[in-house]
């Protein structure tokens, strides 16, 4: 019985990191694809044209 059990959690164990690889490998493809398309088309943070923003509240005119 505990050999089975063995075998049977080890395929599982294995399956779970075969399926995390694959995961992660095509997150990163992703990822480059879109920075790739990104930098194609001029559309990358402080770029031509583009102003940067300083992360903060909005400016509505009050005091809050």
């Known amino acids: 019985m505990n050999v089975a059990f063995g075998v049977v959690f080890g395929v599982f164990v294995a399956a779970i ?5 694959i995961a992660v490998r095509w997150g990163v493809r992703r990822d480059r694809l ?15 044209g583009e102003t940067p923003v300083a992360p903060g509240p ?6 809050g």
């Not at 990191?17 to 690889?21: A, E, I, M, N």
């Not at 879109?34 to 031509?48: F, H, I, K, N």
């Open 17 to 21: 990191l075969v399926l995390s690889v």
């Open 34 to 48: 879109s920075r790739t398309r990104r930098m194609a088309q001029g559309e990358v943070a402080g770029g031509p």
């Open 58 to 63: 909005a400016s509505d005119g009050g005091a």
